[in-house]
C-alpha cells in the first residue's frame, strides 16, 4: 500500500505542477506541429539518497555529465536540422520536449504523458494541448525500465538511444520500445572477439550494479560457456565499493585482463582508484560507455595502471553541429531557466564552453541523431509528404509513428538505418580503440555486424608488457603430448599429466583426455599421434628360413639315402638289429615330419597353423612310438627274456610291437581331430612389443605335448634299463642319448620363449623341430650305416652270435 500512496503523491504534484503555463524559448522545449519527448541524464546524482517521504528532487544541484548534455544537444541540433530541411518535413515543424534526470524521472515522464492523454490537475482547463508522438530516451537500462512501461500502454514509441540490457528486445514486454544503440550481447560479443584473438583465457568482469550491468554480466557467462574463456572474479560496483578489496582478489587470482562494462562515472572512480592504489600492469578493456572517456587517457600516472582497450561506437562527424553549439551558446536563456515549471528542466550548465561541448566524450552522439531522424522519416511517411509539401489533414497517432518506424529504411550520413523485428538496430560498426600515450583512444580495428568482420591491428598496441602481448591464464599451457587434468571448478584451470605409452593426445579434439592408440599402432610416453606397428614374420627370403629350408631338404635327402641303403643291406644284422621293417616307418615318419617346417614360413594363415602342428605331432608320435617299442624290445630280449619266456612268447605271437605303435598313433589322432575341432588353430596377433605385431598361430595342444612328454619318458626308462648291454650292441645307449640332445633341446627352446619375445621365437621354434629330427637320424640311424659302408665285418651273423654268447656267459657267472 504505501509504495501506492507514494505514486500517488508524486502524481498529485507533478500534475499540479503541469498545469503552470511553459515557456517555448527554452533549450527543454520548442514549440512545433508534432512534438518529441527527450530524457537525458544531464546530471548524476554523486551520492545515493534515501527519504522518508516522497520528494523531487532538484537535479540542478547535481554535477553536470558533460558527455549526456552534448547527447541532449544533438537531439536540439537534429530538430533544427529537419525543421530547417526542405525535404523531409515540409511545411510542417517538429518541436520537442527534453527532460533531465538524475534519480528521479516521474516528473518528466508525467508531463511528456499529460500532453497526450486525459492526465490533467484537477481544477485545470483542458487546453494548450501538443501533440507528442515519440520519445528519444532514456539512456540508462534501470532509467528505461523504470518508464518504459508507462509508455508502452498506448504504444507511444520510445527510441532509446543507450539502453542496452536484453530485456528490452522482449516485444511481449515492450511492444513499442525501438534502439539506435546494439544490445549487450552485441559489445560483449566484441569483447570475446578481442579475448580470443589475444587467447586470453583467465579474466575478471567489473560491472555497474544496475539493471545494465547485471545483464551484460549475464550475457557474457552464457557466451562464455562454449569457449576456453574462464570468468576468474566478478564483481558489482556501486557508491560502496571498496576497491581496494576488489584489486586484492583479482591479484590473488592472478588475473591480468579486467573487463569494467560500467558508465563513465563509475568508470573514472574505479581507474582513479587504481592510480591511487598502485594497481598496476593490467590490460583494462572499456565498454562502449566510457571507451571513449575524454579524461581519463590524460590522468596523471594512467600508464601505471597498464594498457587500455575499448569498445566503442565509431565516432562519426555530423555536420553542422560544431555551429549550432557555438550559435547556441552565444545566447543566454537565464531568463527563460527562472521560469521553468519543472526542476528537471533546468541545466546549470552556464559556465560551459562551446569548446567544451564540441570537445566532450562523443559516445552516443550518432544514436541520438539517428533516433530523431528515423521519427522524423516515420511521421514523412504518414504524412505522405513529397513535391515539397505534407498532407496536413491526416491525424497522427503514436501507434502509427511505431508502425512506421519498424519499417525504417533510410540512408543517413552514409548509413542504412533499419531495424529488425526485436527493434534493435541492423546498422552500425563498434571500433576498437587504445589509449594511447598521447591521451587519445586511437582506432586499431573494428567489427561490423552485417556482416559479421572483426579486424584488428596489433601493432599499433603500445602493450605495457615492453612490446609483447600479455598473456592471462589460470594455468599455463601443457607442452605436447601431456593432457589437461581438471583441478578446480574452472576448467581453464588444470596440471598436466603425460599421456603413457599405447596412448597419444589430440589438442584440437580434446586436451582432456589421452586417446588409446589402435591394437595396430604404437605410440611412445607423450606421443601426439600413433604409429602404425611393424607386422614381423619369418618371409622367405629371410636367411634363417633359407637356412632351415635347406636343413629340411637336407633332411629328406638324408632320410631318402639311409632308406635305400637299408633297403639294399635289408637281410644284414645291422639292419634287422636296428628294427627291420621299423626302420623304415621311423625313417618315413622324420621326413614327413620335416614338411612341418616349412609352414612356419610367410604370413600364417589358417591352414598354414594347421599343416605348422599336424604333421610333427602326429609322425613323429608315431616316431616316438617306435621308440619306445625299440628299447622295450632290447629289455625284452636280453632281460624279459631270461626270466619271462611266457610273456616274450606271447609278445612274439600278437606282434605286440605293432599293436603298441598302432594304439599310440590312434590316440594322438584322436587328440588331434579333437582338438582342433573344439578350438582349431588360427593366425594371432601378439602385441608383445609397444611397436610390433608378431603374426602367430593360436592354438591349444595341450594332450599332443602331454602324449609326446609320456612317451618320452617311457623310452627313456626303457633305454636306460639296457645301459649294460654289450658295448658293440648297445642300441639302449643311442637312444638315451638321442633323447637326452631331444630333451635339452626342448628345454633351451622353453627357457628362451619364457625369457624372451619376437619374431626369433617362431624361427627358434622351427630350428627345434629340426634338431628333434636330426637327433635319431645322426645319433641312431648315421652309426649303422656307418658299419655297413665302412665296417662290413661287424654286419655278419657270426660277430653278433658272438656278442650275444659272451653276454650270456657273463650273466650266468
Given at each position: 500500500m504505501a509504495p501506492f500512496l507514494v505514486w500517488m503523491c508524486l502524481l498529485g504534484r507533478l500534475l499540479r505542477a503541469s498545469s503552470q503555463p511553459t515557456v517555448s524559448a527554452s533549450e527543454f522545449h520548442l514549440e512545433g506541429d508534432y512534438l518529441i519527448g527527450g530524457l537525458f541524464n544531464i546530471h548524476r546524482v554523486s551520492e545515493p539518497v534515501y527519504y522518508d517521504k516522497p520528494e523531487v528532487i532538484d537535479c540542478s544541484s547535481e554535477p553536470l555529465i558533460l558527455s549526456s548534455y552534448r547527447r541532449f544537444q544533438m537531439m536540439r541540433f537534429a530538430v533544427e536540422e529537419i525543421n530547417n530541411s526542405t525535404n523531409l518535413l515540409p511545411n510542417v515543424s517538429l518541436g520537442f520536449d527534453?527532460?533531465?534526470?538524475?534519480?528521479?524521472?516521474?516528473?518528466?515522464?508525467?508531463?511528456?504523458?499529460?500532453?497526450?492523454?486525459?492526465?490533467?490537475?484537477?481544477?485545470?482547463?483542458?487546453?494548450?494541448?501538443?501533440?507528442?508522438?515519440?520519445?528519444?530516451?532514456?539512456?540508462?537500462?534501470?532509467?528505461?525500465l523504470t518508464v518504459a512501461p508507462l509508455f508502452m500502454i498506448d504504444l507511444i514509441p520510445m527510441v532509446s538511444y543507450g539502453a542496452a540490457s536484453s530485456v528490452f528486445s522482449r516485444k511481449q514486454n515492450f511492444p513499442s520500445f525501438l534502439r539506435t544503440v546494439h544490445p549487450n550481447k552485441d559489445v560483449i560479443e566484441v569483447i570475446l572477439k578481442i579475448l580470443l584473438h589475444f587467447n586470453w583465457h583467465w579474466v575478471t568482469f567489473l560491472y555497474i550494479d544496475d539493471d545494465y550491468g547485471k545483464d551484460g554480466q549475464q550475457v557474457f557467462i552464457d557466451k562464455i560457456k562454449d569457449t576456453e574463456i574462464c570468468l576468474a572474479y566478478t564483481k558489482e560496483l556501486n557508491h560502496n565499493t571498496n576497491f581496494n578489496q576488489v584489486f586484492k582478489q583479482i591479484t590473488a587470482q592472478r588475473v591480468h585482463i579486467i573487463i569494467v562494462f560500467a558508465p563513465e562515472w563509475t568508470a573514472e572512480a574505479l581507474i582513479e582508484a587504481a592510480i591511487q592504489k598502485n594497481f598496476t600492469d593490467k590490460v583494462w578493456i572499456a565498454g562502449d560507455a566510457w571507451s571513449l572517456n575524454k579524461r581519463l587517457p590524460k590522468e596523471k600516472g594512467i600508464r601505471n595502471v597498464g594498457t587500455v582497450l575499448g569498445v566503442a561506437e565509431p565516432f562519426k562527424p555530423i555536420p553542422g553541429f560544431s555551429d549550432f553549439i557555438y550559435s547556441s551558446k552565444s545566447h543566454t536563456h537565464s531568463e527563460n531557466e527562472e521560469q521553468q515549471n519543472l526542476c528537471n528542466q533546468v541545466c546549470n550548465c552556464h559556465n560551459l564552453s562551446a569548446e567544451d561541448v564540441v570537445a566532450a566524450d562523443p559516445s552516443f552522439s550518432f544514436p541520438v541523431y539517428s533516433a530523431v531522424y528515423a521519427i522524423a522519416h516515420a511521421l514523412h511517411s504518414i504524412l505522405q509528404c513529397g513535391a515539397g509539401t505534407c498532407n496536413d489533414n491526416v491525424t497522427v497517432h503514436p501507434h502509427m509513428i511505431l508502425a512506421e518506424l519498424k519499417k525504417s529504411n533510410f540512408t543517413l550520413l552514409n548509413q542504412r538505418i533499419q531495424f529488425d523485428e526485436n527493434g534493435d538496430p541492423r546498422f552500425g560498426i563498434y571500433s576498437l580503440v587504445f589509449w594511447n600515450h598521447s591521451g587519445d583512444a586511437q582506432e586499431i580495428g573494428f567489427y561490423s555486424f552485417h556482416p559479421s568482420n572483426f579486424v584488428i591491428n596489433s601493432t599499433k598496441i603500445q602493450w605495457h608488457s615492453k612490446g609483447e602481448v600479455p598473456t592471462s591464464r589460470c594455468s599455463p599451457e601443457c607442452t605436447a603430448g601431456h593432457r589437461k587434468k581438471q583441478d578446480r571448478m574452472q576448467h581453464c584451470c588444470f596440471t598436466c599429466e603425460?599421456?603413457?605409452?599405447?596412448?597419444?593426445?589430440?589438442?584440437?579434439?580434446?586436451?582432456?583426455?589421452?586417446?588409446?592408440?589402435?591394437?595396430?599402432?604404437?605410440?611412445t610416453e607423450a606421443s601426439?599421434?600413433?604409429?602404425?606397428?611393424?607386422?614381423?614374420?619369418?618371409?622367405?627370403?629371410?636367411?634363417?628360413?633359407?637356412?632351415?629350408?635347406?636343413?629340411?631338404?637336407?633332411?629328406?635327402?638324408?632320410?631318402?639315402?639311409?632308406?635305400?641303403?637299408?633297403?639294399?643291406?635289408?637281410?644284414?644284422?645291422?639292419?634287422?638289429?636296428?628294427?627291420?621293417?621299423?626302420?623304415?616307418?621311423?625313417?618315413?615318419?622324420?621326413?614327413?615330419?620335416?614338411?612341418?617346417?616349412?609352414?612356419?614360413?610367410?604370413?600364417?594363415?589358417?591352414?598354414?597353423?594347421?599343416?605348422?602342428?599336424f604333421p610333427f605331432f602326429l609322425f613323429y608320435t608315431v616316431c616316438i612310438a617306435c621308440f619306445v617299442v625299440r628299447s622295450f624290445q632290447i629289455v625284452c630280449i636280453f632281460t624279459i627274456a631270461a626270466k619271462f619266456p611266457n610273456a616274450h612268447s606271447w609278445w612274439i605271437k600278437y606282434h605286440g610291437q605293432w599293436l603298441v605303435i598302432t594304439v599310440i598313433s590312434v590316440t594322438q589322432a584322436l587328440f588331434l581331430v579333437i582338438g582342433y575341432s573344439q578350438g582349431p588353430p588360427k593366425p594371432k596377433e601378439t602385441l608383445w612389443y609397444p611397436d610390433k605385431i608378431l603374426l602367430e598361430c593360436d592354438m591349444n595342444m595341450k594332450a599332443n605335448y602331454a602324449l609326446l612328454v609320456l612317451l618320452c619318458s617311457l623310452c627313456f626308462v626303457f633305454s636306460y634299463m639296457g645301459k649294460d648291454l654289450p658295448k658293440n650292441y648297445n642300441e639302449a645307449k643311442a637312444i638315451t642319448f638321442c633323447l637326452l640332445l631331444l630333451i635339452l633341446t626342448w628345454v633351451l627352446f622353453g627357457t628362451y620363449h619364457n625369457l624372451t619375445r619376437g619374431n626369433s621365437i617362431t624361427t627358434l621354434n622351427a630350428v627345434a623341430v629340426l634338431v628333434s629330427l636330426y637327433c635319431f637320424l645322426l645319433w641312431y640311424f648315421l652309426p649303422k650305416c656307418y658299419i655297413i659302408i665302412f665296417q662290413p665285418h661287424k654286419n655278419t651273423q657270426q660277430y653278433f652270435q658272438g656278442l650275444i654268447q659272451n653276454y650270456t656267459k657273463t650273466i650266468s657267472q
Open positions: 527534453i527532460h533531465g534526470h538524475c534519480s528521479n524521472t516521474l516528473p518528466g515522464i508525467f508531463s511528456l504523458l499529460s500532453v497526450n492523454r486525459s492526465i490533467h490537475p484537477w481544477s485545470a482547463p483542458q487546453t494548450n494541448l501538443s501533440k507528442m508522438i515519440a520519445v528519444v530516451g532514456a539512456y540508462t537500462s534501470t532509467e528505461t603425460v599421456c603413457p605409452d599405447g596412448s597419444y593426445i589430440n589438442t584440437t579434439e580434446d586436451a582432456y583426455t589421452c586417446m588409446p592408440c589402435a591394437e595396430t599402432e604404437w605410440s601426439t599421434s600413433c604409429n602404425l606397428r611393424l607386422v614381423e614374420y619369418i618371409r622367405f627370403t629371410d636367411s634363417a628360413a633359407i637356412l632351415i629350408m635347406v636343413g629340411a631338404l637336407v633332411l629328406v635327402g638324408i632320410t631318402l639315402a639311409m632308406s635305400v641303403l637299408f633297403a639294399i643291406n635289408y637281410n644284414t644284422p645291422v639292419v634287422r638289429s636296428a628294427g627291420g621293417p621299423m626302420c623304415f616307418l621311423i625313417l618315413g615318419c622324420l621326413c614327413l615330419s620335416s614338411f612341418s617346417v616349412f609352414f612356419y614360413i610367410d604370413k600364417p594363415t589358417f591352414y598354414f597353423c594347421i599343416l605348422r602342428y
